[in-house]
């Protein structure tokens, strides 16, 4: 049920690969929890992780991932690379592929960069987000952190509040929960809230408090400053008064609701540190944990199809 050749994001995925995918991930939850973590989904292939853009969190989890599949993991220095030297990214495909890897994880400042090596590369690839494109991985260890703590992915009513315009993480969220059919919020100032956002199937609010009446999730996103090339805000402080989440605002949403971040978060500005620590309604750490299992799910299913497509030309060849 999961057919892709490459992960470059959440808008070609079916539901029934979205739910494949996430069914997969959490027996590797349970894999993981063990004292021995080991597997040998990837056993004999190559992984590459190309980070054009320092990632510690999102690079880590990829690496652990594939080395607990048994994979040789390989990590390349983008930032004194050839790449830095004036090299194209055609020019990098085709080193690539004398390399002989079997999956290559991508991410780049870019958008449409992942895209372009996953034309050239003769492996399949992963994108650990691109510009301000998408992030799928982490849109789909969100799905599975949501449908652990509540049970379901449909029909939730989601919040999503912040930095809506320079986030790849909020465009694969709205994705794959609108493929679910869960209710959309984002809340953010205008300055933050992307152009033409409304028709995108969303309600959109400015007001915080109004936009959180209710949510059963609330996904609170970073500043991304370094995207930043103007005035957005007026001031942190000011920010944290008017879109920070704290105890007032969380009282709005659902009893039950849950809080999440994609990391790294700035306390005090998007969030409270108390909230953010509350065991009971913050599962922070718990996507963190659901990232190493989601990205074992998405090689591993990746490296099946890469097999059989090997497999079927060897056929093609012999006869």
């Known amino acids: 049920m999961f057919r892709a050749r490459h992960l470059l994001g959440i808008e070609p995925l079916h539901p029934t690969e979205i739910t494949t995918l996430l ?16 597997s040998d989904a ?11 853009e320092n990632s510690t969190r999102t690079q880590s989890s990829f690496e652990l991932a594939g080395k607990r599949l048994g994979a040789d993991v390989m990590n390349m220095s983008m930032q004194t690379s050839s790449v830095k030297k ?25 958008s449409g960069a992942v895209d372009l090596l996953a034309q050239k590369v003769n ?3 992963i994108n650990a987000g691109d510009g301000r494109h998408e992030h799928p991985t982490q849109a789909l260890l969100d799905a599975l952190t949501i449908r652990r703590a509540k049970g379901r992915l449909h029909r ?3 919040a999503i509040c912040g930095d809506i315009a320079h986030s790849r993480v ?8 609108g493929k679910m059919e869960s209710r959309l919020r984002l809340i953010g100032p205008a300055t933050l809230m992307p152009a033409g956002a409304r028709d995108w199937g969303c309600e959109v609010y400015e007001d915080m408090r109004e936009g959180l009446r209710g949510a059963d999730v609330v996904m609170m996103l970073r500043l991304q400053r370094e995207r930043m090339d103007g005035g957005f805000i007026p001031s942190e402080r000011e920010y944290y008064h008017r879109w920070g989440l704290d105890a007032e605002k969380l009282a709005l949403a659902a009893d039950d609701a849950i809080v999440m971040h994609p990391g790294p978060m700035n306390r005090g500005v998007e969030i409270d540190g108390t909230i953010a620590d509350d065991i009971n309604r913050s599962v922070i750490q718990d996507q963190v944990e659901m990232g190493v299992a989601v990205r074992m799910a998405a090689m591993d299913l990746l490296a099946r199809n890469l097999r059989a497509e090997r497999g079927s030309r060897a056929s093609e060849a012999l006869a």
Not at 23 to 38: G, I, P, Q, W
Not at 42 to 52: A, D, K, S
Request: hydrophobic content about 50%; charged content about 20%; glycine content about 4%.
């Open 86 to 110: 004036g090299e194209t990214l055609i020019d990098t495909a085709l080193t690539l592929n004398a390399m002989h890897p079997d999956l290559l994880v991508v991410r780049h400042s870019a």
């Open 42 to 52: 990837l056993e004999g292939m190559t992984q590459i992780n190309m980070f054009f």
């Open 23 to 38: 069914d997969l991930a959490e027996s590797y939850v349970d894999l993981n929890r063990r004292t021995v973590k080991h």
């Open 156 to 158: 939730l009513t989601v």
């Open 123 to 125: 492996c399949a690839v």
């Open 170 to 177: 909020a465009r694969s969220n709205l994705l794959l929960l």
